[in-house]
């Protein structure tokens, strides 16, 4: 999952302390992130590519409010979480479709609820295009059951077909939803959907094909499978 990150906020301290735990955040989760800084709302108007702004209340000339209210009017449909000291203000965010409140000093508690929360929201099935055989396709990641690696390229398993794409398992795991697939071992990204059974050494599909885990990822394959059966529980 990849992420554009905009941090604006006239404290610089703040603002490297924000944005080093939004790196950590990412290695930890292996997301590919970018974060830029704004030290006011102006220069952040100049510039709306990003999937994500936490964006400050307290601000020389334009405030965090009036940022929003402009950013509104030409960009629905990023995200916006507002940081401030001063709580009171929270109900006025609201109108401009806020998606959390961080209160000053920063919580990494806080922060990285709100970040997983963006990526629940985000990671669902979605299409993406794949070249096969010199023809560019569009396939549903649902459709997935595993990628596997083949040397420099990878094999994408469907539940009806299997493409030889000419990208690494890196790149195409990149493509692919965090919390629907996870990297097993260095030759094979599975989706949890179609898991049948698994042991310490192998997953077993529902198609009745294999793929392997490695030791050392099995303890955080169980939790993130665990993650992703209690999002599904009907």
């Known amino acids: 999952m990849f992420m554009l990150i905009a941090i604006c906020d006239d404290e610089p301290l703040f603002c490297e302390q924000l944005k080093k735990e939004i790196y950590l955040y990412s290695s930890k989760y292996n997301l590919d992130t970018v974060v830029e800084i704004f030290y006011n709302g102006k ?38 979480i507002f940081l401030t000291s001063f709580p009171e203000i929270v109900y006025d965010t609201f109108q401009y479709e806020t998606f959390r409140f961080l209160i000053k000093p920063l919580n990494i508690n806080n922060l990285y609820e709100a970040l997983n929360s963006y990526r629940k929201k985000m990671d669902t099935y979605y299409p993406i295009s794949i070249n096969k055989e010199g023809d560019v396709i569009k396939i549903s990641t649902k459709d997935i059951i595993y990628v596997a690696a083949d040397g420099k390229n990878s094999i994408i398993r469907l539940t009806n077909d299997s493409i030889h794409c000419p990208k690494t398992l890196a790149k195409v795991y990149s493509l692919l939803p965090t919390n629907c697939f996870f990297k097993t071992h260095r030759s094979f990204v599975i989706n949890f959907l179609y898991i049948d059974s698994y042991n310490k050494n192998s997953i077993k599909f529902t198609n009745g094909e294999y793929a392997k885990i490695s030791r050392d990822q099995l303890k955080y394959f169980k939790s993130a499978l665990k993650t992703f059966l209690n999002d599904n529980a009907i």
Do not use: V
């Open 43 to 80: 220069k952040l108007l100049n510039d709306l590519r990003f999937d994500i702004i936490f964006l400050d209340y307290q601000m020389p000339g334009l405030n965090g409010l009036q940022t929003a209210k402009e950013l509104r009017k030409i960009n629905q449909q990023c995200t916006i």
